[in-house]
């Protein structure tokens, strides 16, 4: 069997989100099941990577835990407790308890939202195979898996940012996708 034919009817229809489902669980695994993956030793000059990501999460954890997002009132981290990540991981600590792997849960729920909505967007400019390599490229990329595990406040802006992607990529069949894309 062709390649390219195998590649071809892997992006028509049906077996187009079938692949993509696939292409995605196997970054879900990727970050969850395997733990080499984290940010090696001296991977910084400092400790950052390790300690202030989860700093980003703690407004969610103070929520679930005492029922307030600010228990001391400290005003100087409002925009942290103001974003996407917040939401996210008020569900992800109420569903599954608060802890590190919760944590990190959050930004790769993230990073696989985005990585879909750009897939989809690539798909809507007319390029399924695109799609479905971005995808692939993007899922087994160790940076991506690094930095995915890490619950950074980028992962809620690239989030932000594949959904504009995506709201553009179907503006010419409504324009009010086009507003959506310009508001995120």
Known sequence: MNPNSVLRKLSDGRLFYISLGVILLIGLLLRVLYPAVDAPI????????????????????DFVQFGDFNPF?????????????????????????????????????MYLLAILLLALGIRNFGSQLGALLEA?????????????????VEASLNLWLCASFYFFSIGSKRAMFYALSGIC
């Open 42 to 61: 001296g991977f910084t000059k400092s400790q950052d990577i390790n300690t202030d990501p989860f700093a980003y999460t703690m407004f969610a954890r």
């Open 73 to 109: 009132d400290d005003p100087r981290w409002v925009v942290w407790e103001k974003s996407l990540q917040t939401v996210f991981s008020v569900v992800v600590y109420g569903l599954f308890g608060t802890g590190r792997a919760q944590g990190e849960l959050v930004s790769v729920i």
């Open 136 to 152: 692939y490229l993007a899922v087994i990329s160790f940076t991506m898996i690094v930095f995915t595990r890490i619950p950074f």
